[in-house]
């Protein structure tokens, strides 16, 4: 149980387009889902956290007009990255955080969507 | 005050020695202490996890040994093998719905045969 999945695990797009980030949680229910960033070597960079049916908290220095969040849906958030240039490459993980009583309140990660922007 | 910090950075162990990475934090308000192990290419994945009631916590080869006055919390991993290689990421949060993790910069464990 406690399976969050993203939808592509790879993607390379030109500059200058958007790309649509999917994160599911497949087997439970998620009243948050955070999305982070991480560069190679390093780690996890929070980039804004999603709550159901409102709308996101972005941490300092994310541009939320350039990072769309979405949450619709207790088992769905997506994140869109709006004209891509090389330096958004990165890799983007979402997690979910489990809202059901009886689940153990932690966090579960997606594996991962790797962008690279040409 | 929100700062986990995490230590070594890097690590590397023979085959069958025990890994030791230990993290620290400040905030008082934090009663859940997770720990990831995350593959190159992969999202992190739950290890194992503790709250402040307990001073340790066993699953397998994997411990984590919590020091509350000291706000001190390690992971031992025995008998480590290749397959332990990875990045391990140590966490805390308050138990509150909602509420963001603060992870630790990470450690490389590099388990040599």
């Known amino acids: 149980g406690a399976v969050v999945s993203q939808h592509p695990s790879r993607v390379i797009c030109k500059s200058g387009t958007s790309v649509k980030i999917e994160c599911r949680s497949l087997?439970?229910?998620?009243?948050?889902m955070f999305w982070y960033r991480q560069f190679p070597k390093q780690s996890l960079m929070l980039m804004a956290t999603?709550?159901?049916?409102?709308?996101?908290?972005?941490e300092q220095g994310v541009e939320k007009d350039k990072f769309l969040i979405n949450h619709a849906s207790l088992t769905l958030s997506t994140l869109t990255v709006t004209s891509a240039h090389p330096e958004d490459s990165s890799f983007y993980i979402c997690?979910?955080?489990?809202?059901?009583?009886?689940?153990?309140?932690?966090?579960?990660f997606g594996p991962g969507t790797r962008l690279t922007v040409l | 005050q929100q700062q986990v910090k995490q230590s070594p950075q890097s690590l590397i162990v023979q085959k069958g020695g025990i890994s030791i990475i230990n993290c620290a934090y400040e905030?008082?308000?934090?009663?859940?202490f997770p720990w990831y192990q995350q593959f190159p290419g992969k999202g992190p994945a739950l290890l194992i996890a503790?709250?402040?009631?307990?001073s340790e916590k066993k699953e397998g080869r994997f411990t984590i040994s919590f020091n509350k006055s000291a706000k001190q919390f390690s992971l031992h991993i025995m008998d480590s093998q290749p397959g332990d290689s990875a990045t391990y990421f140590c966490?805390?949060?308050?138990?509150?719905?909602?509420?963001?993790?603060?992870f630790g910069p990470g450690t490389r464990l590099s388990v040599l045969p």
């Open positions: 997690s979910a955080r489990a809202a059901l009583a009886g689940m153990t309140d932690t966090q579960y």
């Open positions: 087997d439970f229910q998620a009243t948050t």
């Open positions: 999603s709550n159901e049916g409102s709308k996101a908290t972005y």
């Open positions: 905030n008082t308000a934090f009663d859940y």
């Open positions: 503790i709250r402040p009631d307990v």
């Open positions: 966490a805390a949060s308050p138990t509150f719905y909602g509420q963001n993790f603060v």
